[in-house]
């Protein structure tokens, strides 16, 4: 009985040591990354850079609008705290996050809206959140959805087993090269060429706001109203083969909101170029150059309000 | 409940203390419970077909043993052995022999009345325990044991958790006499046991799951890739399934060993093998000894007159089968008759081989045998792992055909996809070059040593190197 204690024993203790080891010099790894998601959560979570406007929402967001180009135009600094895939209340989440941390109030915060984003809720990748477990407000977030952040934080040197090979990367590059050099884009995600671009009709079934996003929304509105921050709701613009505006009972719900907590709605889906296949990456995502385009004229618009 | 997954760590922790607290038949039957338990996290509603399984074959047997006259039990063997293939046919060959049936009258333009039989949902392990019940009736019928008498051993038998998912097949004289005994708490054995665990895992999370990420866009879209890449991800499959199978052997002799049975071994590294006859002498061990025992031979033995053609007949229609038994496709059927195809070509060059062998250094002789073997396996796995033979055939042809310009090679793999290659290339050298160390053949106490050493070395890199995203077995299909 002895040699088998002795030798579960050395392998529990090695398990534990390598794990815990990995671990952590993994997610060290990840919190000095400047590039990716891990970037945008290490600026929100560890900077206290103050900005003038903040951009939230999904990929349509991150790769949509260039922080750089709008600064230029307008005089603001600004960043973009798009997350690919984000859902509503990951929107509510960070900004809920940006203002209760070192960071300043903005004076304006323009979320990035799709149907998409508020009907179901749910989280794409919730790895990408675990280095920041100890954040009360991404932990209570990630909980809700996803068990694993729950046995992180009692057994934390489990992490090593939990991230991809794309994370592992991020974090072996964060530990090993400089990444003060790194331009993070002000979280902007530049795409280039025309990729997936498919002549799809975009569902015309007409979606509407779930009860949860609804209220997520609601939150957001009573945030930004609490700190007298201006809150633009933008529609970006889709490929042409998308059929008019956005669907009535979506826009019906968005102007209920407008009317309550004295927000502006900005509806771009046919923005004047969208009919420009060389602008898109596919059939909702600009690429770098319509990126750029399309800035410029959302930076005329915000220009328009001052 | 897949064994590289935290829900089987819990039930096998919990499994063992209480397994070796129990005596006697309280043991057996909590094996059986447990082993039951285990299936039914993978399929309970098939809990009935193996139920079914177990008792006709079990009373087939008994009956055997009873009656005296020689045709009678013929009759109950036979019937045995139809209605064990009749069920393996129905839930798993059905549909795939109609769609083929209905595909020959379409090209006809004939009217084919037979629907599909309803969307059947395979039952997992049913190719693997359905040959032991056949075995089984089968060796009752020839003398080659005796029927068993209790039912729980029996059940016990067919139920073992670690072979009943995707084998080892085992025959009756090895693991139905091992229930029939008591198995003492042997410290050294349980580790062995645990150490061959922790060896399938790491060949299965480190090496396959991590080689699958290559393979599959290859295998998925070939016209999309460089002849060079398909070329890597051919070879690539070769080791992922042998990794993910070998592996899965290891965890289920490693926990069989906890338990203080001995299953049978399935492997005995294939890729060295000189010769495509002695590959399926070194490659799922199990499965090619049943061919041979109950397939193989009793054709030979029934043209026994027919004299080499004997020999060439049941060949092909071994390897057939062989192939057939992987699964209804016919990408599975031409992987079989290719290596039907090999070794007969080998027993007619039989004699020339022995020439070549004498004028060449054996050292030259036995390194391109090799090399020729392994790419032969290497070429016919492309049928064993495309999803269809369409499939399969555009991959051999991406092979020779490129689809993207010349010098593209390796410019569809991103940094990651280079760097998992790199980590699976090393992980593939510390495979062969510890696989040989895990033999139980070690004196007690520096194999006590060596097994922690090795244990540790292994857990580090696993932890480290894994993929952690459970995936399922390619052996499970079958």
Redesign the interface.
Known sequence: ?K??L???G??LT??IA??FI?TNLLEYGLKLQRKDSFGTLNHLTANSEAHDVIFLGSSLAKNNLDPAVFDSITGFNSYNFGFYAAKIDQNRMILERYLSSSHPAPKMVVLVLEENAVDTLYIKFPPQYYPYREDSIIYNYVAGYDKGIWVLHYAPFLG???Y???VK?LGIEGLFSSMKNVNNHKGFDPLTGIHKMTTTRFSDKNIRISEKGYSEMERICVLCRDQNIKLVFLVPPYYYTRKGAVHSGFADQLAALRDKYAIIIMDHTTWPQHVQKSLFYDKAHLNENGARLYTIAFSDSIRALK | MLFNSISFLVFFALVVPVFFLLRGKARLLFLLAGSLFFYCCAEPKYLVLIGFSTLFSYFAARSISSVKEERKKRRIMVLNVCVALIVLFFFKYFNFFNDSLRSVFTYFHLHYPVPDLFNLVFPIGISFYTFETISYVIDVFTGVREAEKDLAVYATYIAFFPKLLAGPIEQSTNLLPQLNTETKFD??R??YG?TRM?WGFFKKVVIADRLA?IINPVFDSPSSYHPLTILVGCYATAMQVYCDFSGYSDIAIGASKVLGYDIVENFDQPFLSRSVGEFWRRWHMSLSFWLRDYLFNPIVYSRRKWGKYALIISTFITFILCGLWHGPRWSFVVFGLLQGLAICLELMLQPRRKKWAARFPPFFYNTLSMFITFHFTVFSFIFFRAKDLHSSLNVVYGLFHSGQPAGSVGSELS??GI??IVISLMMILYMFVVEKRLSPTFNKLRY?RQ??VF??IT??LL??F????PQTFIYFQF
């Open positions: 009985m040699r088998l002795l030798y579960l050395t392998l090695v398990f390598v794990s990995a090593i087993t939990q991809n090979d794309y990367k | 410290q050294d349980i580790i645990l922790l990420l940094g990651l760097l998992t006590f097994s922690i244990g540790a857990l580090s932890l480290v894994g993929y952690f995203d």
